[in-house]
């Protein structure tokens, strides 16, 4: 089995900054790209910044200069600094990563489940 653990979600107010963590564990055998999702109540799931395993990000434009996203392979972790937030990034964020649990398995597509962050002052 696979999970994909979050931490780091919270209130934090416009300007501050928050950092996500999410660590994939359980039986991996390989991790491609990796990310982060989001959802406001009454909106569609969006990507937020997603990275693959050689390092190249992908950052949605409302994000572009304020978030970062990077990772380290070694510890099956992906992180994503949130500098100068804003109201509208306000929503549920989850971490999401396409892994091969075993060596001769598919790639699926898992899902963490979720971290509020409301952005307030």
């Known amino acids: 089995q696979v999970q994909l653990v979050e931490s780091g979600g919270g209130l934090v107010q416009p300007g501050g900054s928050l950092r996500l963590s999410c660590a994939a564990a359980?039986?991996?055998?390989?991790?491609?790209?990796m990310g982060w999702y989001r959802q406001a109540p009454g909106k569609q799931r969006e990507l937020v910044a997603s990275?693959?395993?050689?390092?190249?990000?992908k950052y949605a434009d409302s994000v572009k200069d304020r978030f970062t996203i990077s990772r380290d392979n070694a510890k099956n972790t992906v992180w994503m600094q949130m500098n100068s937030p804003k109201p509208e990034d306000t929503a549920v964020y989850y971490c999401?990563?396409?892994?091969?649990?075993?060596?001769?398995?598919?790639?699926?597509?898992?899902w963490g489940q979720g971290t509020q962050v409301t952005v307030s002052s």
């Open positions: 990275i693959t395993r050689g390092g190249n990000p």
């Open positions: 999401n990563a396409v892994i091969q649990p075993s060596r001769w398995g598919a790639f699926v597509n898992y």
């Open positions: 359980g039986s991996i055998f390989s991790i491609n790209d």
